[in-house]
């Protein structure tokens, strides 16, 4: 049994693509009111929001630089206070400001340990040595608190301000034309100024 078939004169060689529609991209705009909140909540969030990815490292590079100021100058604000403490008592066990003093002898300044040989203008000298390195690192550690605060401040209002500014219009298309023109004056009738045109 023989079955023929009828096939169509035209033939299709290609093949069915279904027909995508283009997904119009949305434009970003950020909100300044947004992007300060998420600096606020979290040091870095808002220059990420505002697609500024490249300052988060900044961010915490300050911080990071600060912590450590903090972190040095409260150890030898400690390592001091506690050799000052240790110099001016009357317990010789105490003797953490040898380590300190490890470039003097203690036999010139120490009245605990060597009554009989130190010299009082020595010990004198170094017992106010160990003040001003007191008053100094404590200044400097609080110093770095307060560039914290400061730095958190700097790092939000940097969100806001790159929010307020991501979508203003910066292009070639500004110009200014000064021309001559006549106005009447009351008194003449005639009269002559300037305008000034600027079209963005």
């Known amino acids: 049994m023989l079955l023929f078939l009828q096939q169509s004169g035209i033939a299709q060689d290609s093949l069915y693509v279904k027909s995508r529609k283009k997904r119009e ?18 040091p870095g969030l808002g220059q990420i929001y ?8 900044l961010v915490y590079a300050g911080f990071g630089g600060l912590a450590y100021a903090i972190g040095y100058n409260s150890s030898l ?14 317990i010789p066990e105490t003797d953490s400001y040898l380590d300190i003093l490890y470039f003097a ?3 010139d300044y120490d009245p605990v340990l060597y009554p009989q040989s130190y010299n009082a203008s020595y010990y004198a000298h170094y017992k106010e040595g160990m003040i001003r ?3 100094y690192n404590r200044k400097y550690r609080d110093l770095s608190y307060i560039g914290i605060a400061l730095w958190y401040i700097v790092t939000v209002l940097d969100a806001n301000v790159d929010a307020s500014l991501f979508n203003y219009d910066i292009s070639d298309n500004l110009s200014l034309v000064l021309a001559p023109v006549q106005i009447p004056s009351a008194a003449t009738g005639v009269g002559l100024n300037i305008s000034m045109q600027i079209s963005f």
């Open 25 to 42: 991209k949305t434009e970003f705009t950020a909100d300044p009111q947004r992007a300060t909140m998420l600096a606020l909540t979290l």
């Open 50 to 57: 505002n697609r500024k990815y490249w300052k988060v490292p």
């Open 105 to 107: 002898d203690p036999r």
């Open 77 to 90: 604000y400690t390592k001091y206070m506690i050799a000052y403490q240790d110099l001016t008592d009357n």
């Open 133 to 135: 390195q007191i008053d």
